[in-house]
């Protein structure tokens, strides 16, 4: 094997673990270079959703509990409305001033409209209330890099401590994420203790934690930070067929999270108004190879690993069997029956013997 090809395999197999690519110092950089641009105005719920998560209202509020029955005057069962039973029913918690959110953002925001590819530059500035979410929909483009620069800091207040957690999800991640929320903040419900009890589960086992939430590829998640920059390229299209129904197609979620999670090293809420400034940059991607190609290039490093053990094989065997670069040519063993060959000295000697046998004789005799 070459010299050459021995340092290209070398470097295609050490280079992925050397992660370049995760280096903060790097992607802040290359991020913070692109985080400038022609802003365009924001068209709310076509290019770009707002929502948000508080603690005053709870979506899953009565789903959590199991009620009492009662039997009404026709003889059938129903839910114990008039008694306010505590085990459905929560009381309603008021809304402070540390929550400054429309109603509109976390009562009646359209989940399932149908957003518009994002493909121009936008700016927005989101108050986020203390133990609460706020969230920014878009729907990204794979033909676009995109660029997401966020910037927080506490409302009319100095803070030199003062931090959040930024998350990027799909919209299956973040229905996960809002269950665990208001699960969290439901006085009835189990599994924001269950979660708890199971934050410190290992990343390889987070798949199958039925508590479990991750960000986008189980990377975009930026815990206690008051300015982040990152970049997002996508393969294709976002979306998924599950095992019964149609495809669905997955939209993304900025998350400005001010709230406790169950995440170990996340910032605690911070007891004031969060001003977050959301820039998205697009830039038009001018090369993009397609899915398969990663697949064809594991496909060649794969059969290239499985013939090298027989090409070595191969030049091992025939190692010793070159004989263009002998200088004698190979003779028969010399046995009773096959005189041996002579080499030429010898047969030298021998005429030595024919022409003067005297002399020869008389040194034998000496």
Known sequence: MSRKLVIILVLIFTLPMVG???????????????????????????????????PHYNYYSGYFG?????EDDKGGKGRDHETNNDWF???TREKTELNPEE?????????????????????STMLVGNDSIGALRVNLSEQHRTTICITVQALNETNDDYSVDVYLMTTSEYQRYTELYYSSHSDQSFYGDVSEALSEISPEWRSLDFTGWRSYRDAHQYESVNEINFALNLDGPESYTPLFGSERWQDFYIVIDTWDNNHDNDAPAPGVVTAADVTIITTERSFILPNYTVAIIFLMMIIGMVILPFVLNARYMKAGLDVSNSTSEPGLIPSLEVAAELPEHSQEG?????????????????
């Open 89 to 91: 029913f929560e009381e």
């Open 20 to 54: 370049i690519n995760s280096n903060p110092i790097i992607g802040n950089a290359s991020a913070a270079d692109s985080c400038s641009g022609d802003i365009e105005p924001i068209l709310w719920n076509q290019t770009v959703g707002r929502s948000a998560l508080v």
């Open 103 to 123: 109603e509109w953002m976390y009562t009646s925001w359209d989940r399932d409209s149908r957003l518009q590819t994002l493909t121009s530059n936008h700016h």
């Open 66 to 70: 199991f009620g009492d029955y009662y």
């Open 350 to 366: 021998n005429s030595l013997e024919k022409n003067y046998p005297d002399v020869l004789e008389k040194n034998i005799g000496d």
